[in-house]
């Protein structure tokens, strides 16, 4: 079994900054891509940065420029810093892992999500 779990979200001013974490845990070999989507109230779940476990990144065009997604491997660990940010940035940010498991091969996770609220 392998947990995920996402911290940091909360209220935050228009141009403001936080940083959101994104821990795995549990019976894992090891880890592919990490990535985090966001989903706002009435819109589909979309990507908004991605990391391979060599360090490529990918970041959607909305985000270019004002967040950065790092992770460090031995902690399992992901994260996003988010900067400038703006009220449409609003929605609950959820981790997806790419967990590579003894015997099971590469299964996917996600986390229950954090909530990102930025006022204007």
């Known amino acids: 079994q392998v947990q995920v779990v996402e911290s940091g979200g909360g209220l935050v001013q228009a141009g403001g900054s936080l940083r959101l974490s994104c821990a795995a845990s549990g019976s894992i070999f090891s880890i592919n891509r990490m990535g985090w989507y966001r989903q706002a109230p009435g819109k589909q779940r979309e990507l908004v940065a991605r990391?391979?476990?060599?360090?490529?990144?990918y970041y959607a065009d909305s985000v270019q420029g004002r967040f950065t997604i790092s992770r460090d491997n031995a902690k399992k660990t992901a994260y996003l810093q988010m900067n400038r940010l703006k009220p449409e940035d609003t929605a609950v940010y959820y981790c997806?892992?790419?967990?590579?498991?003894?015997?099971?091969?590469?299964?996917?996770?996600w986390g229950e999500g954090t909530l990102v609220t930025v006022s204007s």
């Open positions: 997806n892992t790419e967990v590579i498991q003894p015997g099971r091969g590469l299964v996917d996770y």
């Open positions: 990391i391979t476990s060599s360090g490529s990144t």
